[in-house]
Nanobody
Framework: QVQLEESGGGLVQPGGSLRLSCAAS????????MAWFRQAPGKEREFVAA????????VSADFVKGRFTFSRDDAKNTVYLQIDNLKPDDTAVYFC????????????????????WGQGTQVTVSS
């Protein structure tokens, strides 16, 4: 049973940075892509950014463009997402997701399109 586990959330001041981790365990991983979504209280889950496993191509939401960096540690089956210049509007629970099927067009942005999910990590941006 493949499992994803996020970590790295916390309280950060506006303008600060956080590096979120998504560690995969419990199986053989042949992902097409891993993605991050977020969900603020009372709002729908929304796409943040994603990276393709084989080519490391990235897709991102407009609100995070220029503020994120993906990295990975294959030995640890872990993907990292660093978000810089954090804003209070970035406050949300951040979820890691993955899928082994190719993603096209709007597929990237749809939570229903990803089969594997972590439990989430809270990010709070406040002074």
């Amino acid at each position: 049973q493949v499992q994803l586990e996020e970590s790295g959330g916390g309280l950060v001041q506006p303008g600060g940075s956080l590096r979120l981790s998504c560690a995969a365990s419990g199986g053989t991983f042949n992902w097409y892509a891993m993605a991050w979504f977020r969900q603020a209280p009372g709002k729908e889950r929304e796409f943040v950014a994603a990276v393709t496993w084989r080519t490391s191509s990235t897709v991102s939401a407009d609100f995070v463009k220029g503020r994120f960096t993906f990295s990975r540690d294959d030995a640890k089956n872990t993907v990292y997402l660093q978000i810089d210049n954090l804003k209070p509007d970035d406050t949300a629970v951040y979820f890691c997701a993955a899928d082994s099927r190719p993603l096209y067009g709007d597929d990237w942005f749809r939570p229903s399109r990803y089969d594997y999910w972590g439990q989430g990590t809270q990010v709070t941006v406040s002074s």
